[in-house]
């Protein structure tokens, strides 16, 4: 064996031993999750993007099999539906609820976690309560407030019930205890006020949190169903969930394909929205969970 052999073989021999099988096992595992969770998404792509009429469950296809048919039908549903104007009221519902969300959401850590006050202690365990409570339970004294105000069939009456989020306060109350507090004393000996201190140190370093609570806001608001159909039910602000409701429906008598064109287009913008910002969701969580 030559010199240069024998210097290789202790190389060669370390990377054969990282490869472990515990670690093969792993990435199996990994890869039978995404095709799990990916092969449903693909499924639906190839149905829409197939020649009309072509069976659905006879002979599954694995790949788009015609791309003009299945324009063919996004053009023919925002011609012939409300979609567009569903997707402008499910844009403009998501944002308002997104900016509401943020700003509560912030102000109150901001004060949770940085600050003591009569009553904090008491006012935070019945937010932590609040997350126990089933939907279903506070969905209908909801609904009769938002009625008693005259909210029904309205933007403000979707969004506002929805600005008070306490999985949202303690996801940021959890960031915001990390902060450095001798940040904040310099900024107050400089004279900084207390919303200031909000302002231009609190919310700057908690970028990476208030990202990762926009982006898991949106998620929640555009799956919305049960409430924009109880307090909205005028088709002048159906959202993109009531819009595919109609579609999915037993009596909308539309074909498959049809139909599962309605449901891509409903899920494009959250798939779209979390391909883009999966890092930070990643961080944002990391970061509220591991600091401190």
């Not at 092969?39 to 020649?51: A, G, L």
């Not at 996801?171 to 006020?193: H, N």
């Amino acid at each position: 064996m030559t010199i240069d052999a024998i210097a290789e073989a202790p190389a060669t021999r370390s990377i054969a031993l990282t490869i472990s099988p515990w670690a093969v096992l792993k990435w199996v595992v990994a890869i039978c999750v995404a095709i799990v969770a990916v092969f449903p998404i693909w499924w639906m792509i190839n149905v829409v993007f197939s020649e009309p009429g072509t069976p659905v469950s006879l002979n599954p296809r694995l790949y788009p099999t015609s791309f003009s048919a299945g324009f063919g039908k996004i053009m023919m549903i925002m011609r012939e539906t409300d979609y567009l104007k569903a997707y402008y009221v499910s844009i403009t519902y998501s944002l308002l609820t997104i900016v509401g969300v943020l700003l509560i959401g912030s102000m109150a850590a901001f004060e949770f976690a940085l600050f003591n006050f009569p009553g904090k202690r008491l006012m935070f365990a019945v937010v932590m309560l609040s997350l126990m409570v089933p939907t279903a339970v506070t969905i209908i004294p909801t609904y009769l407030l938002t009625a008693e105000i005259g909210w029904l069939n309205t933007m403000q009456g979707l969004v506002v019930p929805g600005l008070a989020s306490a999985f949202g306060l303690f996801m940021l109350i959890q960031f915001m205890k990390t902060l450095p507090k001798e940040m904040l004393e310099a900024a107050r000996l400089d004279g900084a006020s207390h919303f200031q201190l909000y302002r231009y140190i609190a919310l700057p370093l908690s970028k990476n949190a208030l990202v990762t609570l926009a982006i898991l806001t949106f998620m929640k608001t555009w799956g919305n169903f049960i409430w924009p159909l109880i307090v909205a039910p005028n088709p002048e602000l159906y959202t993109v969930g009531q819009v595919v409701g109609l579609f999915n429906s037993p009596y909308s008598h539309q074909t498959v394909d049809v139909v599962m064109t309605a449901n891509l287009l409903a899920a494009l913008p959250p798939l779209v929205f979390f391909l883009i910002f999966q890092r930070k969701i990643v961080e944002g969580i990391a970061m509220s969970g591991t600091k401190g």
